[in-house]
């Protein structure tokens, strides 16, 4: 049975830290891309960092650059966002997401599994 399943989310004010954990289990996810995604209240859901299945390469959204830090433990089946300098703009629903096959699109890379989501509110 595949499981992806976020935590960490929560309410945070500007500049503050959050850090986010996917656990993912049921699939072959430490030889695929991992990633995180977000969807602002009202918006599309955007790519916000991927990581290549040794950790060596990572991608990451524009907005986010120097604030947040992808990274993966293959031996505890988890992937972490940490995410710092927080900001309003970044609050959104976020989804980790796992595929079988390696970050060919760096954040473009197709997912295969999807997690339920963990809020994230920033406030000002």
């Known amino acids: 049975q595949v499981q992806v399943v976020e935590s960490g989310g929560g309410s945070v004010q500007a500049g503050g830290s959050l850090r986010l954990s996917c656990a993912a289990s049921?699939?072959?996810?430490?030889?695929?891309?991992m990633g995180w995604f977000r969807q602002p209240p009202g918006k599309e859901r955007e790519g916000v960092a991927t990581?290549?299945?040794?950790?060596?390469?990572?991608y990451y959204a524009d907005s986010v650059k120097g604030r947040f830090t992808i990274s993966r433990v293959n031996a505890e089946n988890t992937v972490y966002l940490q995410m710092n300098s927080l900001k309003p703009e970044d609050t959104a629903m976020y989804y980790c997401a796992g595929a079988i096959w390696g970050c060919r699109d760096g954040l473009g890379t197709p997912m295969n599994y999807w997690g339920q989501g963990t809020q994230v509110t920033v406030s000002s």
């Open positions: 990581i290549s299945a040794g950790g060596s390469n990572t």
């Open positions: 049921g699939f072959p996810h430490s030889n695929g891309c």
